[in-house]
């Protein structure tokens, strides 16, 4: 049975333009996308913020706190035998349940990555959540504790049918995370493959096109690849290696210096 997954946090100022597709992405099958549903209030998150912290003043008394929270974002996964409607039926139950206001559902059956081997395609199915996080009848923030969030994991694997998720696995990856994700574990695939003994110009691609990757990356996501190394079982093994590679190209600079 598929295991479920949920996390939420603070929307991104990209949020929407991601959901609704306003932008293109290299993860995206375009062909795939029309397949996509967004449901509920699409105005523009900036301007909701600015009248939630109007609400905010006037039913408290005070201005909202600079790190304040009006609009949290979830992404809870699915499989391909949810239909729009089940999706849409579990974020109003959600709703309701748990008393807060869903502003958006965006249903995404676009993103994956293709299989380097078989080239078939493997789906990331998931759906994003926008709700306010600020009560429009009290003015304060929606504050959920540890037994909250532990309800809501519960409430989403059985309102999907899908097995839970356990405390120890990690949330669902953003859409650059799953990318890098897929790419790396490519390239280890590649490294332990015997096809890399008959085809090194291949992996020498790949492996520049990965360098290239990486640094393209923020210090944020360069750090949780560093630590994704470090915790890798390979990942001892894969730092000598690289340190090897470094020694005999100073080598090599060195006695070019010397030749010249």
């Known amino acids: 049975m598929n295991k479920s997954s949920v996390h939420f946090e603070n929307v991104k100022p990209t949020s929407q333009s991601h959901n609704l597709r306003l932008r293109?992405?290299?993860?995206v099958r375009k062909d795939l996308t029309p397949m996509n549903k967004s449901y509920g209030d699409m105005k523009p998150h900036?301007?909701?913020?600015?009248?939630?912290?109007?609400?905010?003043?006037?039913?408290?008394?005070?201005?909202?706190q600079a790190r304040a929270k009006f609009l949290i974002e979830g992404v809870f996964l699915f499989t391909e035998k949810h239909s729009n409607t089940d999706l849409l039926n579990v974020a109003k139950e959600f709703s309701n349940k748990f008393k807060v206001r869903v502003k958006e559902l965006h249903i995404h059956r676009d993103e994956g990555h293709y299989e380097k081997r078989s080239n078939e395609w493997k789906p990331n199915l998931h759906a994003h959540i926008?709700?306010?996080?600020?009560?429009r009848n009290t003015g304060k923030s929606i504050k959920w504790n540890k037994e909250d969030l532990s309800s809501i994991q519960d409430f989403f694997a059985e309102a999907l049918n899908m097995q839970r998720g356990t405390k120890s696995e990690k949330r669902h990856l953003s859409a650059l995370e799953y990318k890098v994700q897929?790419?790396?574990?490519?390239?280890?695939?590649?490294?332990?493959?015997?096809?890399?003994?008959?085809n090194k110009e291949a992996l020498l691609l790949q492996s520049k096109i990965f360098s290239d990757f990486i640094k393209e990356l923020n210090l944020e996501m360069k750090s949780k690849y560093n630590v994704f190394v470090e915790q890798h079982p390979l990942?001892?093994?894969?730092?000598?290696?690289?340190a090897e590679l470094k020694i005999r190209k100073t080598i090599r600079t060195n006695q070019k210096n010397k030749l010249g």
């Open 130 to 135: 926008v709700i306010e996080n600020i009560n």
């Open 235 to 242: 990942g001892k093994e894969f730092k000598e290696k690289l």
């Open 46 to 64: 900036p301007e909701v913020i600015n009248d939630l912290k109007e609400i905010v003043k006037n039913k408290t008394g005070r201005t909202a």
């Open 24 to 27: 293109e992405f290299d993860y």
């Open 182 to 198: 897929k790419e790396h574990e490519a390239l280890l695939l590649l490294q332990s493959s015997q096809a890399i003994i008959k």
